[in-house]
């Protein structure tokens, strides 16, 4: 079965560790992957902040064992990932989940799942249950190619209704693409 614990290590290896405010962030500022947006509005599930108020401080003061609990909590658990087979695949997912959102990470593996295994009974609904949990881990290999796919289609889509991401779309691409 999957371990969180690798899973995370894949998300910070691919978000960084230290704090940055790029002002053409549209998440605003971030550590470990979290977000100033992000966090603001997970804010009734993390008692992190004071008076309510989510500042550029408060993220850059943010610790390697609360970024693992907001990702423990916020998408780990919620997903079912640990009764995967596949740490890689787990970890692929994982990181959908995490840079596109939960529902959004679920419905590209269950795509990809249609795209290489069309006779399995799935539809795309984000929502991993067991029949997603038993098509992911019966997947042929081909399952990471048909992933990338669907991925890199999105991250287009993105740029494609807002121009003003297409200097992301390289560094997108290219997390798309490694494994």
């Not at 992911?136 to 993105?158: K, Q």
Request: proline share 3%; charged share 20%; aromatic share 10%.
């Amino acid at each position: 079965m999957a371990k969180f614990d690798l899973a995370l290590a894949y998300i910070i290896a691919n978000e960084g560790e230290k704090f940055v405010d790029d002002p053409k962030d549209r998440g605003g500022a971030t550590k470990y992957g979290i977000s100033q947006k992000f966090l603001k509005s997970a804010l009734s599930r993390f008692r992190i902040v004071k008076n309510g108020i989510i500042t550029s401080d408060i993220i850059k003061q943010l610790t390697y064992d609360q970024a693992a609990t907001i990702y423990y909590w916020e998408f780990w658990q919620p997903s079912k990932l640990e009764q995967l087979t596949s740490q890689k695949i787990t970890n692929y997912i994982f990181d959908c989940c995490v840079n596109h959102g939960l529902s959004n990470g679920i419905r590209m593996a269950q795509r990809a799942i249609l795209a290489t295994t069309p006779r399995v009974p799935m539809i795309d609904d984000g929502i991993i249950g067991n029949g997603t949990v038993l098509a992911i881990n019966a997947a042929p290999e081909c399952l990471i190619a048909a992933l990338r796919a669907d991925r890199a289609a999105f991250m287009r889509a993105i740029v494609f209704d807002d121009i003003g991401q297409t200097s992301n779309l390289r560094g997108w691409l290219n997390r798309c693409y490694e494994l």
